[in-house]
Structures are given as structure tokens and as C-alpha cells.
């Protein structure tokens, strides 16, 4: 049967099958609940086993259909099953060495979450940040001795499993980058060697946004050498400017295409 759980994720409701082994140990090694150094008590959080859709979506979907999602649900909290899941596909990810030099906290508590979306503004107040009842803040060891030499690399594609799978279980999403991390190393007494690149945000979506334009792959990918676009660019009046040329081709319609 199909289930329509959000407006987010349409798909065959799937059996939930482990996919991996997840020794508690190593997702203590890597995920803290709210504030640093505090433990994740992962053995109750596996008890409180509640039933949640998890949706048969290929992998090429998620990919395509993920979306930033900046208007959130704020009565429906995650359940903790799902935030295990969440945790796990966080794990999965290829890391440059398999150490602890990553820290992951998963902020729950309302008071810390209302701290960090007053301080999470780009010019103004970015008000979806307030609307969740999950944030994932990442962290890399930055010191001297420090054994991640990728971390920036690693922290990003840990996000990005994370949203992904976020996807396949209903779950609104969006990524974070601008936020003050002098107040949020504070509020979440993460140490001045462990630097903040970035944090995600995680709620039930209330609406499903129209894809942001993608920039042109004969733009940015080069085939077997420097300049030789892989694809002929059209000739166009847009502006090369990034930023510019996505907010013109708004006016216009996108060739993006959704498979929602
Ligand atoms: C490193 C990084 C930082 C970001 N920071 C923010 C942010 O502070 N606020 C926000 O609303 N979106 C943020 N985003 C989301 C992008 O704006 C969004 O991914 C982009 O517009 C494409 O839209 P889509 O995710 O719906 O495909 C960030 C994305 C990345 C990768």
C-alpha cells in the first residue's frame, strides 16, 4: 500500500531491515546528546522502539527529490527510532580514518534549540531554525595533533547522508551554515580546539518547495582537460555570477525536473 505521511516522501512503506550492525560503542564514540561530553543513552533510546514508515525510495530519487525545507511542523516531534536512523546513515558515510576526530551533538532540549535559532540569522532572523524539534551540530577536532585531515570533507558528507536519509523517512531537512559559533560552542560547550563547520536542521515538513535551479554541468564539469566543457554551453544573456544567474532563471521555467 501507499502511505502519504508527509507531503515530502511518497513511496512503498518499506520492512524495516537492519541494514548494519551498530555497536553501541561506536556511535558513543561519535554522538553526544545536547551538550558535549554528554553521554547518548543509546541502550534506552533502542527500547523506546516505535513503528515508523520508512519508505522504499531509490536512491537516485532521494538524490533528485530532497529539498531545503524552511517551513516546518512545529507540534510533531521526531521519534527517537527515527533519530537512531538518522544516526546511522550518519555512520555509514566513507571517513578518511575510522577515528573519533568527528563529534556529532543531537540537540533536543528546547531551551538550547530556541538559543541556537536566535542566533542563527543571515541579516535577519532565519525562522525556520526556530521551528524544529532537531538540530545536528557537527564538529571536527582542529588541533595540532588532530588525526582528520579531511574533516571539512568528512563533516560534509556525513550532512549529506544524514539528509538524504532524513528524505527516505518523511523528514524535512536543511542544512545550516550560518549561525554564530562563538554563542553555539558556548551553549553547547563544545571546546575551542573542535572547530563548527556546520549543523542541520530536522522537523515534519509543511510544504514541499520548487527545486532551487541548478547551475549548468557545461559550467563546471571539464572533460579529460582543463576548459573542455563536457557539455557546449548555449549561448545565453544570463549573468555568469552565480548567484545572479540562479535568481534570473527563477523568472523563467526551470528545467529541473521533479520526480514528485
Ligand atoms: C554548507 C551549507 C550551508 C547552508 N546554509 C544555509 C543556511 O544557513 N540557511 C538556509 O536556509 N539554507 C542553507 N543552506 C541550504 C542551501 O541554501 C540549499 O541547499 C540550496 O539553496 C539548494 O536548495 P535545495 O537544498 O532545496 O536543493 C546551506 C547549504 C549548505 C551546503
Redesign the pocket.
Known amino acids: 500500500s501507499i502511505f502519504i505521511d508527509a507531503i515530502l516522501a511518497v513511496g512503498k512503506v518499506k520492512e524495516n531491515v537492519e541494514i548494519a550492525e551498530y555497536k553501541a560503542k561506536d556511535i558513543n564514540d561519535f554522538y553526544f546528546y545536547n551538550q558535549w561530553d554528554e553521554k547518548l543513552k543509546i541502550k534506552d533510546w533502542q527500547s523506546e522502539s516505535i513503528e515508523f514508515h520508512n519508505y522504499d525510495i531509490e536512491v537516485v530519487d532521494a538524490i533528485v527529490d530532497r ?2 525545507i ?1 517551513h516546518f511542523n512545529e507540534n510533531k516531534s521526531i521519534p527517537r527510532s527515527v533519530i537512531l536512523e538518522l544516526l546511522k546513515a550518519g555512520m555509514m558515510v566513507s571517513l578518511t580514518i575510522n577515528q573519533p576526530y568527528l563529534k556529532i551533538i543531537i540537540v533536543e532540549d528546547k531551551n538550547f534549540l530556541n538559543q541556537i535559532a536566535k542566533h542563527s540569522k ?1 541579516v535577519l532572523k ?1 525562522s ?1 531554525v526556530g521551528e524544529v524539534p532537531l538540530i545536528i551540530v557537527i564538529t571536527y577536532d582542529c588541533s595540532n595533533n588532530s588525526p582528520g585531515f579531511y574533516s571539512e570533507t568528512d563533516s560534509g558528507s556525513i550532512i549529506q547522508s544524514i539528509l538524504l536519509r532524513a528524505h527516505t523517512l518523511g523528514i524535512g531537512s ?5 549561525f554564530n559559533r562563538k554563542v553555539v560552542r558556548k551553549i553547547l560547550k563544545i571546546p575551542e580546539d573542535w572547530h563548527i563547520p ?1 549543523m542541520a536542521i530536522f522537523g515534519y515538513p509543511n510544504n514541499f ?1 520548487k ?2 535551479p541548478r547551475v549548468d554541468l557545461g559550467k563546471v564539469c571539464y572533460h579529460n582537460s582543463w576548459k573542455n566543457h563536457i557539455k557546449k554551453r548555449k549561448r545565453t544573456l544570463l549573468p555568469d555570477y552565480f548567484a545572479l544567474s540562479i535568481w534570473f532563471k527563477k523568472f523563467r521555467n526551470t528545467q529541473v525536473t521533479t520526480l514528485l
Open positions: 529539498r531545503s524552511r543571515i532565519q525556520h536543511c542544512w545550516i551554515g550560518a556546520s518547495p527545486p532551487t
